[in-house]
């Protein structure tokens, strides 16, 4: 694969860490007054973990561009991927039953809307991490296997 495109998607995974970045610096502080310290801190804790899946992305992306990408560390990548996806879907579906109280009291259906539409993202990057990771680990066992009949 030519460094170019990893280098677009590297820079994309980055683009898309920027704005969740700035929304936890600047804008989720100022809900303190509004939102229980549980429902913050499970906020925090999912972009942490958000932001460790961009790291790992990036990992797997540097992994492509040194011919590596049919080795264990990609393998380890994506199941980090996949442990961060299903642990951000579980912090939002822990979070959920707060929320409700809250956007009751404000008439604000969409403040519960928007962490499921959260969770089905995480569960679908989960599956979809899961997927690669067992094809890569089969094909890494298959070029091993050629690798030992040559």
Same mark, same amino acid.
Request: a positive charge.
């Given at each position: 694969?030519?460094?170019?495109?990893?280098?677009?998607?590297?820079?994309? /995974?980055?683009?898309?860490?920027?704005? /969740?970045?700035?929304? =936890?610096?600047?804008?989720?502080?100022?809900?303190?007054? #509004?939102?229980?310290?549980?429902? $913050?801190?499970?906020?925090?804790?999912?972009?942490?973990? !958000?932001?460790?899946?961009?790291?790992?992305? $990036?990992? $797997? $992306?540097? #992994?492509?561009?040194?011919?590596?990408?049919?080795?264990?560390?990609?393998?380890?990548?994506?199941?980090?991927?996949? !442990? =961060?996806?299903?642990? %951000?879907?579980?912090?939002?579906?822990?979070?959920?039953?707060?929320?409700?109280?809250?956007?009751?009291?404000?008439?604000?259906?969409?403040?519960?809307?928007?962490?499921?539409?959260? %969770?089905?993202?995480?569960? /679908?990057?989960?599956?979809?991490?899961? /997927?690669?990771?067992?094809?890569?680990?089969?094909? %890494?066992?298959?070029?091993?296997?050629?690798?030992?009949?040559?």
């Amino acid at each position: 694969m030519k460094h170019g495109s990893t280098l677009f998607l590297k820079i994309f /995974v980055i683009l898309i860490g920027i704005p /969740v970045l700035a929304l =936890c610096i600047f804008w989720l502080p100022g809900f303190v007054n #509004y939102l229980h310290f549980l429902i $913050l801190m499970g906020v925090y804790v999912a972009a942490i973990t !958000y932001f460790f899946a961009l790291y790992q992305a $990036l990992k $797997l $992306l540097s #992994y492509i561009d040194k011919n590596k990408a049919f080795s264990e560390l990609s393998v380890k990548a994506l199941k980090n991927i996949k !442990y =961060c996806a299903v642990t %951000i879907s579980i912090v939002y579906t822990v979070l959920i039953p707060f929320l409700f109280p809250i956007a009751d009291a404000d008439d604000a259906p969409g403040l519960v809307g928007i962490p499921v539409i959260i %969770i089905f993202a995480s569960i /679908v990057i989960a599956v979809f991490a899961a /997927v690669l990771q067992r094809l890569l680990k089969e094909a %890494i066992d298959i070029k091993s296997e050629n690798d030992l009949t040559v």
